[in-house]
């Protein structure tokens, strides 16, 4: 959270306290940890939360600013949880990334319940403009969070 004074008037301050994501527009932060690599992902709704996950992903294994959004792949999941939902989304991004050697940069998601459509848009690696970054292997469950209340998700990438 950010404390920000806001002036009422010339005599009474008071202080507004929101989620940085919000005042921010930050999509995600990196988080210590000792041997992989942990995200907190920001939203103002689920679907949000899930398309700045996705885009925190992509942007450890490469600069996504270099990435055409010229194809497109459609992905469907359901799942028992949003936790298994997110974990499950992102593990098909990196099976998508390491099967048929796409780098996605824009994502848009649709979180029904439990289940989830997206459109995720990108191009296939081309090493002559793509600095690719880390070697992803999957993102896990361990100190997986995902707080709906609080417009959130963490969790870790093994690399």
Sequence with gaps: ??????????????????????ILNV???????????????????????????AFALFEQIADTGSIRPKGEEKISLESGSLEALLVDFLNELVFLHSTMRYLFCEFKVNVDGLKLECTAKG??????????????????YHMLEFNTREGYAKFIIDV
């Design 123 to 140: 191009e296939k690696i081309d090493r002559r403009r793509h600095r690719l970054k880390e070697d992803v292997k999957a993102v896990t």
């Design 1 to 22: 959270m950010i404390e920000i004074p806001y002036n009422i008037s010339a005599e009474v301050t008071t202080t507004v306290i929101l989620p940085n994501a919000f």
């Design 27 to 53: 999509k995600y932060r990196l988080l210590d940890h000792t041997a992989d690599i942990q995200i907190q992902a920001f939203g103002s709704t689920i679907d949000e939360i899930f398309e700045n996950s």
